[in-house]
């Protein structure tokens, strides 16, 4: 059994578009012209984005930030998902799924990767949302505590 954890991508055209926002994949391999599988390696954390439509427009969207696990570990089962993943935050609709891309991009725009990130924001982010709440912005100084703390971790 693989220690990886491997996402399913799939577009076509104007249909189906699952890809990766940010994320530091160890593979990538591509089965045919719309589909491809990358994977993760334990720890490893990833943004998920869904989107699906029909002839009517918009059907589905959703993005899911996710830690890979080990091979063994426990984990919650995600669509696309193989074995899993540690669900750090779910959102689902495209109102909701474009506040959390702005998050990603205020992350970036102060020169930190969101691969980075604290997986406890995200989880704060998630809760803030569920709750219809704006989240705290991802300070230099929040990651830089994050850094810290995860040094004296065991």
Same mark, same amino acid.
């Given at each position: 059994?693989? &220690? =990886? ?6 577009? =076509?055209?104007? /249909?189906?578009?699952?890809?990766? /926002? ?14 491809? %599988?990358?994977?993760? !390696?334990?720890?490893?954390?990833? *943004?998920?984005?869904?989107?699906? !439509?029909? &002839?009517?427009?918009?059907?589905? #969207?959703?993005?899911?930030? =996710?830690? !890979?696990?080990? !091979?063994?570990?426990?984990? #919650? ?22 506040? %959390?891309?702005?998050?990603?991009? *205020? ?5 930190? &990767?969101?691969?980075? *990130?604290?997986? @406890? ?9 569920? *709750?219809? @709440? ?9 990651? @830089?505590?994050? =850094?810290?703390?995860? /040094?004296?971790?065991?």
């Amino acid at each position: 059994m693989s &220690d =990886l954890t491997h996402v399913e991508l799939l577009w =076509l055209k104007n /249909r189906i578009e699952n890809y990766i /926002r940010f994320g530091k994949t160890v593979e990538n391999r591509i089965i045919d012209k719309s589909r491809r %599988v990358v994977a993760f !390696a334990p720890g490893g954390i990833f *943004a998920f984005v869904r989107w699906t !439509a029909n &002839d009517f427009g918009t059907i589905a #969207s959703r993005i899911d930030i =996710l830690r !890979a696990v080990g !091979a063994g570990k426990r984990c #919650s089962t995600v669509a696309y998902v193989r074995p899993g993943a540690d669900i750090l935050l779910t959102v689902v609709g495209w109102p909701n799924v474009e506040r %959390v891309l702005q998050v990603i991009d *205020a992350i970036e725009a102060i020169g930190i &990767d969101p691969v980075d *990130a604290s997986p @406890e924001y995200w989880r704060h982010v998630h809760s803030r949302f569920s *709750a219809r @709440e704006n989240p705290r912005p991802y300070t230099r100084r929040r990651h @830089e505590a994050w =850094l810290l703390r995860r /040094r004296i971790e065991p």
